[in-house]
T-cell receptor, first 112, second 110 residues
Framework: NAGVTQTPKFRILKIGQSMTLQCTQD?????MYWYRQDPGMGLKLIYYSVGAGITDKGEVPNGYNVSRSTTEDFPLRLELAAPSQTSVYFCATMVTGNTEAFFGQGTRLTVV | TQLLEQSPQFLSIQEGENLTVYCNSS?????LQWYRQEPGEGPVLLVT?????EVKKLKRLTFQFGDARKDSSLHITAAQPGDTGLYLCAGALGDYKLSFGAGTTVTVRA
């Protein structure tokens, strides 16, 4: 069981470029989340999904998009990258009825 | 603004000392969790507390949930260098969303 797998681990983007952060899970969890973590700010929720075909905005969704076509995959898309999107991004899952979150190892993104 | 306020932000102690980390809010949570995060890794759940006044022990770690379910504390006895990390509290908002505090960075010096 790999749990929650994120790729890539590191990425440097130029301003205005786009990219997709990949997240896949093999735990068959319905709920999936994308967070960003900035120093001293904790984890902020970007988008979440309660099941395949259903997504919703979190606290800080601007500049991002998501899709959830399967239970396993929940990619995060950055269009027109900006320096403010420099952060560490974490994907997480949760099983229905239990609020324990399982996190991937994170993607460190730098926009220059 | 953070729904959950953690204090202190940083804590550096000598091996063998005790420490306490606090997590406070004006909101009531159905449950509260503590996670530990090591550099380059995602957070990992340590404990979930559900009942007001609940105390849970995990080896040298003691977790307490306030009577009103608005605050929590984490106490580490005889800290070891392996306890070094970022400690995050998270409150459950309904059935499937968590609100995280900003975290306390704990450094235990050998």
């Amino acid at each position: 069981n790999a749990g929650v797998t994120q790729t890539p681990k590191f990425r440097i983007l130029k301003i205005g470029q786009s990219m997709t952060l990949q997240c896949t899970q093999d735990m068959n969890h319905n709920y999936m989340y994308w967070y960003r973590q900035d120093p001293g700010m904790g984890l902020k929720l970007i988008y979440y999904s309660v099941g395949a075909g259903i997504t919703d905005k979190g606290e800080v969704p601007n500049g991002y998009n998501v899709s959830r076509s399967t239970t396993e995959d929940f990619p995060l898309r950055l269009e027109l990258a900006a320096p403010s999107q420099t952060s560490v991004y974490f994907c997480a899952t949760m099983v229905t009825g239990n609020t324990e979150a399982f996190f991937g190892q994170g993607t460190r993104l730098t926009v220059v | 603004t953070q729904l959950l306020e953690q204090s202190p932000q940083f804590l550096s102690i000598q091996e063998g000392e005790n420490l306490t980390v606090y997590c406070n809010s004006s909101s009531v949570f159905s449950s509260l969790q503590w996670y530990r995060q090591e550099p380059g890794e995602g957070p990992v759940l340590l404990v979930t507390v559900v009942t007001g006044g609940e105390v849970k022990k995990l080896k040298r770690l003691t977790f307490q949930f306030g009577d009103a379910r608005k605050d929590s504390s984490l106490h580490i006895t005889a800290a070891q260098p392996g306890d070094t990390g970022l400690y995050l509290c998270a409150g459950a908002l309904g059935d499937y969303k968590l609100s995280f505090g900003a975290g306390t960075t704990v450094t235990v010096r050998a």
